[in-house]
């Protein structure tokens, strides 16, 4: 079951469809001038978790946050603020799943993967911190003179930020009960079952791409 095959379709699925979801509810959230990072982020927090929780291999929530990042730059116009943010996102946790897991694994070596309850603590704090790690990052970093507003970096880290981390909680929740279900009935599954899988990671990368190419125009 954790064949690198698997794992590798696992992050192009669950990157691509947290992608498809910056795509698409981002770019309807964008038009009517609605505040989308909040919801955004939760978004990618729930396959964050289902990703990591499902496979547990170091490393591959950066790599499906990648994959999610990738389709911003179809975008058009470009923002690199954008793919930072996502990749923020990330990179946090990433840091704070591989810690985690290998406080647990000197403990028992037959552990893989955090725990229910260190996920649901962690998802709320890493969602802030990666939040208020953005807002110094393209202000001080990047030098966007978005964020050099004090009204706008303040509204990010004060408001936006503590929204997304109330989000995190029943997401990442969401995140543990997929992540459950696919277990489980993956124990069962025959060669053509995961063929499937492997087809529907590939069919959700392209969708991607096409959807990213059909806004661009």
């Given at each position: 079951m954790?064949?690198?095959?698997?794992?590798?379709?696992?992050?192009?699925?669950?990157g691509s469809l947290w992608g498809l979801a910056e795509l698409g509810i981002g770019e309807a959230m964008w038009a009517r001038n609605i505040p989308r990072a909040p919801i955004l982020t939760a978004i990618g927090v729930l396959f964050i978790v289902l990703g990591r929780r499902v496979w547990?291999?170091?490393?591959s929530t950066l790599?499906?946050?990648?994959v999610a990042?990738?389709?911003?730059?179809?975008?058009?116009?470009?923002?690199?603020c954008k793919v930072a943010a996502v990749l923020m996102v990330g990179v946090i946790f990433e840091i704070g799943f591989s810690l985690v897991e290998a406080r647990q694994r000197s403990r028992d070596a037959s552990l893989a993967?955090?725990?229910r309850a260190s996920v649901l603590i962690m998802a709320p704090i890493l969602t802030l911190v990666s939040f208020v790690a953005f807002s110094y990052f393209a202000r001080d970093v990047l030098g966007n003179p978005y964020w050099a507003m004090q009204e706008k970096f303040n509204d990010y880290m004060f408001v936006?930020?503590?929204?997304a981390a109330a989000l995190a909680f029943p997401f990442a929740w969401a995140g543990l009960a997929f992540a459950s279900w696919l277990r489980s009935s993956s124990t069962s599954w025959d060669g053509a079952r995961w063929l499937v899988y492997r087809v529907v990671a590939a069919v959700s990368g392209v969708a991607g791409v096409v959807t990213a190419l059909a806004l661009r125009y």
């Amino acid at each position: 079951m954790k064949s690198k095959h698997l794992i590798i379709a696992s992050i192009v699925l669950f990157g691509s469809l947290w992608g498809l979801a910056e795509l698409g509810i981002g770019e309807a959230m964008w038009a009517r001038n609605i505040p989308r990072a909040p919801i955004l982020t939760a978004i990618g927090v729930l396959f964050i978790v289902l990703g990591r929780r499902v496979w547990a291999a170091p490393g591959s929530t950066l790599a499906l946050t990648l994959v999610a990042s990738a389709f911003k730059f179809l975008q058009h116009p470009f923002w690199g603020c954008k793919v930072a943010a996502v990749l923020m996102v990330g990179v946090i946790f990433e840091i704070g799943f591989s810690l985690v897991e290998a406080r647990q694994r000197s403990r028992d070596a037959s552990l893989a993967h955090a725990s229910r309850a260190s996920v649901l603590i962690m998802a709320p704090i890493l969602t802030l911190v990666s939040f208020v790690a953005f807002s110094y990052f393209a202000r001080d970093v990047l030098g966007n003179p978005y964020w050099a507003m004090q009204e706008k970096f303040n509204d990010y880290m004060f408001v936006q930020g503590p929204i997304a981390a109330a989000l995190a909680f029943p997401f990442a929740w969401a995140g543990l009960a997929f992540a459950s279900w696919l277990r489980s009935s993956s124990t069962s599954w025959d060669g053509a079952r995961w063929l499937v899988y492997r087809v529907v990671a590939a069919v959700s990368g392209v969708a991607g791409v096409v959807t990213a190419l059909a806004l661009r125009y």
